[in-house]
């Protein structure tokens, strides 16, 4: 077995134990790197010379004694909007393309003594359902190239999946994290808005991005995210509590667990081997013991215009000081001041990020504040309050990840609302601010990843993780489920 086949958890053991190195680690993952970045591309940047140093630096401070984290001296990657003191973070734009951040994002620090192997490449900030509106390079699918790796977090999605990384991170706006982890058969987690500070991550819409991890495997998502998670004072939406336990439920029988089915995620929408797959991961579960409870939330309806038109305008907001002189590339010709704001940010915008910009400042504007924006609103308010609802009748929730599976290169490019519509199963749980993760529970006939998502009540990671890791133990992860179809990797 090749030291890229272990997992996070194995890894860690083996390095604390000494019978491997995090140098010998990182050569690995970096010979890896070599031998498929050319064709899945998902570094923006890599720095291979500083990852050697680091893990030297590690391997003499674990030699000594030294306190270290569970994860030290496992090489890792960061998607490209999570800032890095002295290292680029481009947003995957022209706009940020030099742009060098005088400090660390918190969850960066937390990982200090993990390998940063580099940053991942993205949709333009993080605006993007299949990483193609990057405007610094293209990235593939794995499983196969001729796909795209989803998105937005599609660079950290396929790092994993083609074993460039133990572990990255990345950030979930409308299921960001989630769709590209369904799309190359990996793990992806999306924590409870406000278990992971939001500190030093570029803001896309404020109200709903959140930070989470991918990974290969259930137990090595709950290690990473026990890493990260935590109050942090820089962050205001950052809520102090006790995480310690998120794993402590993983290996516990889930008898006597109520399994939710909605309705609404499977009457429409889902492609039929997705459903097929779906319902057959529900069936495992209930072959376990979990009760199936079969649900209803009417609002489920309006989540996509409703995250549109909120993100959007929190978009418009927030990228408002993009303005080619507080932050950004400059247009080198301009007339007056007015003219250095138009062509800088016509400049550095692509075409998708000025399209959410256009539609949150008209949503915001006067005289259309009240028919959309706050209707929306509303509601969200109304969606949290159905999820409270439902909740009081099951444990968690399973739905599928994606309506479909990936899709080919260039398919979407040209109707943005199809594309829209590929997150009706994962907005809803960013606008309640619930947990979810993404687990691969299926393949389709062309070989292609399907995964089920599991959503919970709010700071319950520990029971999605419960209930995760024992239908991972039954499915086995992605490569078990292809070699159990009979299809070759």
Wanted: aromatic share 8%; with cysteine; charged share 25%.
């Amino acid at each position: 077995m090749k030291l890229i086949d272990y997992s996070v958890c194995q890894l860690s053991e083996l390095l604390k134990s000494r019978k491997i190195s995090s140098r010998e680690l990182t050569e690995a993952y970096l010979e890896q790197i070599e031998k498929r970045e050319g064709e899945v591309g998902a570094f923006i940047t890599l720095c291979a010379n500083e990852a050697r140093k680091k893990a030297d630096q590690i391997d003499k401070m674990r030699a000594s004694g030294e306190k270290l984290t569970p994860l030290a001296g496992i090489p890792m990657g960061l998607k490209d909007n999570i800032c890095t003191k002295n290292l680029k973070t481009t947003c995957a734009s022209k706009f940020l393309e030099d742009f060098v951040p005088p400090y660390d994002a918190t969850v960066t620090e937390k990982l200090s003594d993990s390998i940063l192997l580099g940053k991942l490449n993205m949709d333009e900030f993080a605006m993007g359902s299949t990483t193609e509106t990057s405007a610094l390079k293209k990235t593939c699918n794995p499983r196969n190239i001729n796909y795209v790796p989803g998105g937005s977090s599609g660079g950290s999605a396929a790092a994993v999946a083609a074993q460039e990384a133990a572990f990255t991170l990345g950030t979930d706006t409308g299921g960001s994290i989630r769709q590209p982890a369904a799309f190359c058969g990996v793990v992806g987690m999306k924590p409870t808005y406000g278990s992971v500070s939001r500190y030093g991550a570029v803001a896309f819409a404020s109200s709903f991005d959140q930070i989470g991890p991918i990974t290969r495997n259930v137990r090595d998502s709950a290690a990473v995210l026990s890493a990260i998670a935590g109050q942090d004072p820089r962050d205001s939406t950052s809520v102090n509590k006790d995480y310690s336990d998120i794993g402590a439920q993983i290996g516990k029988e889930i008898k006597g667990m109520r399994i939710g089915l909605l309705r609404e995620f499977f009457e429409k929408g889902a492609a039929e081997e997705i459903r097929t797959s779906v319902l057959s991961a529900a069936k495992k579960l209930e072959s376990l013991g979990a009760e199936i409870v079969d649900l209803s939330m009417p609002s489920l309806d309006y989540a996509l215009p409703t995250y549109y038109v909120i993100s959007a305008s929190e978009a418009s907001s927030n990228l408002a000081k993009f303005d080619g002189i507080g932050f950004g590339t400059r247009a080198k010709q301009y007339e007056d001041i007015y003219d250095l704001y138009c062509r800088s940010r016509s400049e550095g915008f692509g075409a998708e990020v000025k399209r959410r910009i256009m539609l949150g400042t008209f949503a915001l504007s006067a005289g259309y504040y009240d028919a959309y924006y706050k209707k929306a609103l509303c509601v969200r308010a109304l969606i949290i309050n159905e999820f409270k609802t439902v909740f009081e009748k099951c444990d968690v929730i399973l739905s599928p990840t994606t309506p479909t599976t990936a899709y080919k290169i260039g398919e979407k490019c040209a109707d943005p609302i199809a594309m829209y519509m590929g997150d009706i199963y994962t907005i809803p749980v960013n606008i309640a601010g619930l947990p979810a993760i993404s687990i691969p529970c299926g393949c389709s006939a062309s070989g292609l990843p399907i995964a089920t998502q599991l959503i919970g009540k709010a700071f319950a990671e520990s029971t999605l993780y419960r209930v995760a890791a024992a239908l991972e133990d039954e499915l086995g992860d992605y490569d078990t489920i292809l070699m159990k179809a009979g299809i070759k990797a």
